[in-house]
């Protein structure tokens, strides 16, 4: 396919992109405007988690555009309400409202969290997060975001957002005040490099929200959506929270994310959340076919024996060349380098001939693997294979 690169110009250039335009996708193929392939295991950044172009997200688009895509959020719509029901019957939440993006998502928490301190806890607003967090691009979420730098990116931040240490319950003890309204955080930091909160971690925040009589808020925009093992991470830790946000995975490639909570928390008013495609049709008819898909008897199965054979494969990676293991849950992992050489095997996987690979390093001594849920065996294995000579031809 000829192209023209000069015309990427007309793009706001907000980061640095390859000279090469993804043109078809199928599972965990891509194709680019030369016929090159490449095996993804980025996914959209964990967004694709049944790879792409799948065929119940295609149906669910074609069948929902001709019923109904838009008829404003100020009428209820079916698919919206089916998607809701299967969320609450599969969680311990009783409320659902729908968003576009993760961080829409998470600031709708923020603000429940803050409505909820007010109507209940005399105005507390601060909700004490994480430092290294990723919660999101808005002014609140980067504010709420505890990665390296953002306080200076746009100051000032949005106020009432101390930071505590991942695993480290005494550090969130310390923090809390009679302003303290929440506790957020994500169940496995995935910017910060895959770093899994631990059950002791988790059940003490629960314990501690509720001696103190605050919520407790779990962030599951990357770790949720079958993405850990199970359908949504804060399940691996026998906890309740008060509130969860999801995205990515949810959509399965289109703009969906959601805000849960428990019906004593979900205290808005009338007119204090919406948002003018919050809950169309088309994105949660798309929505409950991947849903669907999730539930299907067998499906999460395989996704823990997939994490299984992709954990043990970077273990074995790891022995071979001395790195520092392997961490993560279900099919959110990193493999741990032994040195800041990341970026460079990234640039090497894609570059790679006849066909290229696409990893990611949010650190450059790690990498981060966010394959579609529905990855096979023998790609996982081919994964792995190529993995070895890239470490090996690199490392040189």
């Known amino acids: ?13 907000i980061t640095s992109r390859p000279e090469l335009v993804f043109v078809k996708g199928e599972g965990s193929w891509l194709e680019d405007h030369n016929g090159k392939r490449y095996l993804d295991v980025i996914q959209g950044w964990a967004v694709n988690c049944l790879g792409h172009n799948p065929k119940p997200i295609v149906e669910a688009l074609n069948k929902q555009s001709h019923l109904l895509i838009n008829p404003s959020p100020a009428f209820y719509n079916l698919p919206s309400i089916e998607l809701a029901k299967r969320l609450t019957g599969a969680s311990v939440f009783d409320r659902v409202f729908f968003a576009n993006s993760g961080a829409e998502a998470n600031e709708g928490a923020i603000k429940l969290a803050r409505k909820w301190g007010q109507k209940k806890r005399n105005g507390a607003y601060k909700i004490i997060t994480m430092d290294h967090a990723f919660h999101g691009r808005t002014l609140a979420t980067m504010s709420a975001s505890g990665k390296e730098g953002w306080d200076k990116k746009f100051p000032p931040q949005v106020d009432g957002f101390p930071k505590a240490i991942l695993n480290d319950l005494d550090s969130v003890r310390a923090l809390i005040d009679d302003q303290t309204v929440a506790v957020m955080l994500e169940p496995v930091q995935g910017e910060a490099g895959v770093i899994p909160a631990t059950k002791e971690f988790m059940q ?13 808020i779990v ?26 946000t999801l995205g990515k995975g949810i959509g399965g490639g289109v703009p969906l994310s959601a ?4 019906e004593e928390v979900a205290v808005f008013d009338h007119g204090d959340q919406g948002g003018t495609y919050n809950g169309n049709p088309l994105m949660t008819a798309v929505g409950v076919a991947v849903f669907d898909t999730l539930m299907a008897p067998g499906f999460m199965d395989s996704v823990k024996a997939r ?8 273990l074995k990676l790891s022995d071979k060349y001395g790195m520092k293991g392997e961490r993560g849950l279900g099919l959110l992992r990193a493999l ?20 290229g690979l696409l990893l990611n390093a949010p650190r450059p001594n790690l990498l981060r693997f966010m394959p579609a849920l529905n990855i096979t065996s023998e790609e996982v294995d081919l994964l792995l294979a190529r993995l070895d000579d890239l470490i090996a031809k690199v490392r040189k």
């Open 204 to 216: 003490g925040l629960q314990e501690l929200t509720r001696e103190k009589g605050i919520l407790f």
């Open 219 to 244: 962030d599951e925009v990357q770790s949720g959506y079958g993405r850990c093992g199970e359908l949504f991470a804060y399940q691996h830790y026998g906890v309740t929270p008060d509130i969860m």
């Open 307 to 314: 994490a299984a054979q992709l954990s043990a494969g970077l």
């Open 259 to 262: 805000l849960l909570a428990r």
């Open 336 to 355: 741990l380098l032994d040195g800041d050489y990341g970026n460079e095997l990234v640039a090497a996987a894609r570059d790679a001939v006849p066909e």
């Open 1 to 13: 396919m000829a192209f023209n690169f000069a015309d990427t110009q007309s793009l706001m250039d």
